[in-house]
């Protein structure tokens, strides 16, 4: 039969050290008659098993365990001169490594119990043990085992034993966790953290880091600085909830809408800002930032082969992880419990600028705010005000490329509006017979008749005139006729100048603007005009837009106002219309 290595079934000490006293050492020295029967005794039990030697193991009394010659070399790596010296982690990581692709297809089963277990703590069954199920559950085969083999397996995969890449170990990592779940639920406890530590470690995308529940404040400030990527009505929810600042009362319920922009405008102006600190200058008026001790993969048998690169890790806008000369620490953003003053100065100053600005009659006193923060504020009103300015008066352009398909289109619609007038039919003369008048048929009777039961028909109270006899028409009837022909005819002098000064301005108008232009109120103008505010505006724009080009009037705030960059151009109007 082939020779098969026997090992002894004893685990391996992790350093080297002085072999201990043994009781026999402690007896007195045997003679020459015993060595020689002692020597006699071996070489019969060596010739019972012929190829094989037999180690007895010295604790449990169990049978020694064979060992492939894989095991025996990765056990040497553990006393080799290269890892003489390191530390437990890497002399574990690096017999890991000699193993990954191994496969032990005998079922040899052991029970393992170890706290923070290595091979180093396995003896050569237990060693065999573990790979045997390593190999079944690598292929589907997947059964419980120790708890201690199942923590070993977890050890490797936090090393990313056999990867190419961190994502690769992190999803296997996660697939053997929750598989195992059902047979230990215990081992969660464990895997949550590891597999955190593991996603910030190795720099792995945020969104595969398991989410701790946070509270309300918390939450708020995470809103408040990401608030970009969350809709203006959740953002002003957030910022009132970590406000100290209480936006309540008549006037916000008025003005909620337009409070919520200013204060979204000032935010977007905070952020582009850095405190003195260097920190952005929304999250330094959220809170400060805690640093806390952090130990990634604690209570796990790690390796940290990246001691030391420095490098920051951003969870989320809360916290971040920061790694400097091999020293791990986590700054968590602490914003209070949702009472903070620097939001509320920026609340309150917000809503008194804007009661002034709307000449609300309750006022309210602007806090003693920093100069950033009036600064900003001051830059938000201006801007706001501009563009409710170009709200009021949309610029209009012209086309003028298009003149030519206008011009055509008009005169096609034209020609088809002209139509050809009938001939026009010859008035009767005055002094036309009666006969004329008459039909053929009738006769001077039934003439009379005829016209005797239309008279009577009319109303009395209509004013048309009475039936002549026949044989006479009076010259009455011969003037109506005229008149109808000249009313149809003749242009109406009044509807004539209308039209021509259709563009023109009216004194009433006219008095406005000079009011304006000498700055006075311009109440009692308006009143004279007769119109309201917006009808007004748009009738004057209208009107001096072929002069001046552009509008000149505009609604600011509900007053209406004169634009002064044309003052001159309508002084100028002015003096030289006849309005």
């Not at 706290?115 to 396995?122: G, H, N, V």
């Not at 005009?529 to 505006?537: A, K, L």
């Not at 748009?538 to 634009?563: H, Q, R, T, W, Y």
Request: charged share 30%; with cysteine; net charge negative.
């Amino acid at each position: 039969m082939p020779h098969e290595r026997i090992y002894v079934d004893e685990p391996l000490p992790l350093f080297d050290a002085r072999p201990s006293l043994r009781r026999d050492d402690l007896r007195p020295s045997k003679t020459a008659a015993d060595v020689r029967e002692s020597s006699e005794s071996s070489e019969s039990s060596e010739s019972s098993v012929p190829g094989e030697r037999t180690v007895r193991r010295a604790r449990f009394g169990d049978r020694a365990t064979p060992l492939p010659e894989r095991y025996v070399e990765m056990r040497r790596l553990a006393f080799s001169r290269e890892l003489s010296g390191r530390s437990r982690a890497e002399v574990f990581c690096r017999q890991a490594e000699f193993m990954a692709d191994f496969e032990e297809h005998d079922d040899i089963r052991a029970d393992f119990f170890c706290y923070y277990p290595t091979f180093a703590e396995m003896s050569a069954r237990e060693l065999r043990a573990y790979y045997a199920w390593r190999t079944a559950w690598r292929e589907g085969r997947r059964r419980e085992t120790s708890l201690s083999f199942a923590y070993v397996y977890i050890y490797e995969l936090i090393n990313a034993i056999g990867f190419d890449s961190p994502e690769a170990a992190f999803y296997a990592l996660v697939d053997f966790t929750q598989s195992y779940e059902r047979f230990a639920r215990s081992i969660d406890t464990y895997a949550h953290t590891w597999l955190n530590d593991f996603v910030i470690y190795h720099g792995l995308d945020p969104k595969l880091l398991r989410s701790h529940t946070q509270n309300e404040t918390t939450e708020a400030a995470k809103t408040l600085l990401e608030f970009e990527r969350h809709e203006p009505a959740t953002v002003f929810a957030a910022f009132r909830r970590l406000s100290a600042w209480p936006f309540e009362g008549p006037f916000f319920e008025a003005n909620a809408k337009k409070i919520e922009a200013l204060v979204l405008a000032a935010l977007k102006k905070l952020a582009a800002l850095t405190a003195k600190d260097g920190r952005n200058a929304l999250e330094a008026a959220i809170g400060p930032r805690l640093r806390l001790s952090y130990r990634p993969f604690a209570a796990a048998v790690f390796w940290d082969r990246r001691i030391r690169e420095d490098r920051v890790y951003e969870a989320d806008p809360i916290v971040r992880y920061r790694c400097a000369n091999g020293v791990w620490m986590r700054e968590e953003l602490a914003p209070g419990r949702g009472r903070n003053d620097m939001l509320g100065v920026l609340g309150k100053l917000v809503e008194a600028r804007l009661r002034r600005t709307l000449r609300y009659r309750h006022r309210l006193s602007e806090p003693n705010a920093g100069e950033m923060l009036l600064g900003i504020v001051n830059d938000v009103f201006l801007e706001e005000a501009a563009r409710e300015r170009a709200l009021a008066n949309p610029v209009r352009t012209l086309d003028f490329s298009r003149l030519g398909t206008i011009r055509t289109a008009a005169l096609a619609t034209q020609e088809k509006l002209i139509v050809e007038a009938p001939p026009a039919e010859e008035p009767l003369p005055l002094s036309a017979p009666a006969e004329a008048l008459v039909p053929l048929e009738s006769t001077p009777a039934s003439a009379a008749r005829e016209s005797e039961a239309a008279s009577a028909a009319i109303p009395r109270t209509s004013r048309a005139p009475s039936v002549e006899p026949p044989g006479s028409l009076t010259s009455t009837q011969g003037r109506g006729f005229e008149e109808k022909q000249a009313l149809t005819t003749a242009p109406t002098p009044e509807l004539h100048g209308a039209q021509e000064n259709k563009t023109a301005l009216t004194a009433q108008e006219a008095a406005l603007l000079r009011t304006l232009l000498a700055g006075s109120d311009p109440t009692a103008a308006i009143a004279d005009i007769g119109r309201s505010v917006p009808r007004i505006i748009d009738d004057i724009n209208e009107k001096l837009f072929d002069f001046v080009g552009d509008a000149v009037l505009e609604n600011a705030n509900g007053a209406l106002s004169l634009i002064s960059d044309y003052a001159q151009e309508i002084e100028d109007y002015l003096n030289g219309s006849n309005a």
